[in-house]
């Protein structure tokens, strides 16, 4: 089946920094979406961005289907988005999505 | 508001017991789904179902079962043959193949 990995698997950041979350996948999709998941185990929709380029406010993300990869960026993180950022991936004629394993975020103030 | 429930939020089983997880979605999506997370781990597919009175074993089916007798709610029953059921239970749903799936806030489950 598609592998999904994601990189780096922990990040710890100042308020204020900026950072950049990478997903590499193994085949093609037509499914590709990012979460956060809060302290308190909530998967937040971030994206859905099976290709291209979408921003919303401090967070932006690009897939490069082609090259099978996606990036998600934070621009002056704040201690709020701290958590776990997943990448999930779907492959078509498939329900399921598969998800990586997460890079685990920490902003400190 | 539209979204998707779980219940309940915490839930402890005796080794031998069956319990069950709620879930229902008011957002009017055909697919639902039940995903199990461990601790450090992303989540693994355990049943999807993609429309009433239908559904599929994911990659981790042993030990689980499902219904799907409305459109609306897709409870997942842990069964006493699951060997390893602590763990985070979430649900999610989605207007089917290849669209944007959204999550219910999890159950997590305690054998005691």
């Known amino acids: 089946g598609i592998q999904v990995e994601q990189s780096p698997p922990d990040l710890i950041l100042q308020e204020g920094a900026n950072s950049t979350l990478r997903c590499n996948f193994s085949?093609?999709?037509?499914?590709l979406q990012w979460f956060h998941q809060n302290p308190w185990g909530q998967l937040i929709n971030l994206f859905y961005?099976?290709?291209g380029t979408k921003q919303n406010g401090r967070l932006s993300a690009t897939t490069v289907a082609t090259e099978r990869y996606s990036l998600l960026y934070i621009s002056s993180s704040q201690t709020t988005d701290s958590g776990v950022y997943f990448c999930?991936?779907?492959?078509?004629?498939?329900?399921?999505?598969?998800f990586g394993k997460g890079t685990k975020l920490t902003v400190n103030p | 508001d539209g979204g998707i429930t779980q219940s309940p939020k915490y839930l402890f089983r005796k080794e031998g017991q069956n319990v069950t997880l709620s879930c229902e979605q008011n957002?009017?999506?055909?697919?639902m789904y039940w995903y199990r997370q461990d601790p450090g781990q992303g989540l693994r597919l355990i049943y999807y179902?993609?429309?009433?009175?239908?559904?599929q074993k994911g990659d981790i089916a042993e030990g689980y079962s499902v219904s799907r007798e409305k459109k609306e709610s897709f409870p997942l029953t842990v069964t006493s043959a699951q060997k390893n059921p602590t763990a985070f239970y979430l649900c999610?749903?989605?207007?089917?193949?290849?669209?944007?799936?959204?999550f219910g806030q999890g159950t997590r489950l305690t054998v005691v």
């Open positions: 085949d093609s999709v037509n499914n």
């Open positions: 957002l009017n999506h055909d697919a």
């Open positions: 999610a749903s989605s207007y089917g193949r290849s669209t944007e799936a959204f």
């Open positions: 961005i099976p290709s």
């Open positions: 999930a991936v779907g492959q078509g004629g498939s329900e399921k999505l598969v």
């Open positions: 179902s993609q429309i009433v009175n239908d559904f």
